[in-house]
């Protein structure tokens, strides 16, 4: 089993910054994908960006040059930084981590989620 833990959501003005973090703890495995997804009333989730192991990244084209995402794998922890944010940023944003076992995933943890709401 794993657990997420996030933290660092909250109100911010257009232009400005945020920096999420999640912290893992459990059955981690070794190989894994972790990332952040978000939700916004009336739509479904959606992917924001991920990072492996290796720290390889991709990133949803709507972020990309601003949200930069980021992991310390001693600490199980995975950090997305917020840059320039804008009102269609405003969102839950949940961590998520994908356990693998060679190429196959095993399975997918969810975090509660943390509110980012960005507005003057």
């Known amino acids: 089993q794993v657990q997420l833990v996030e933290s660092g959501g909250g109100l911010v003005q257009p232009g400005g910054s945020l920096r999420l973090s999640c912290a893992a703890s459990?059955?981690?495995?070794?190989?894994?994908?972790m990332g952040w997804y978000r939700q916004a009333p009336g739509k479904q989730r959606e992917l924001v960006a991920i990072?492996?192991?290796?720290?390889?990244?991709n990133y949803a084209g709507s972020v990309k040059g601003r949200f930069t995402i980021s992991r310390d794998n001693a600490k199980n922890t995975v950090h997305l930084q917020m840059n320039s944010l804008k009102p269609e940023d405003t969102a839950a944003y949940y961590c998520?981590?994908?356990?693998?076992?060679?190429?196959?995933?095993?399975?997918?943890?969810w975090g509660q989620g943390t509110q980012v709401t960005v507005s003057s």
């Open positions: 459990g059955s981690i495995f070794s190989i894994n994908v």
């Open positions: 998520n981590l994908r356990r693998y076992s060679g190429t196959n995933v095993v399975d997918s943890s």
């Open positions: 990072i492996t192991t290796d720290g390889t990244t």
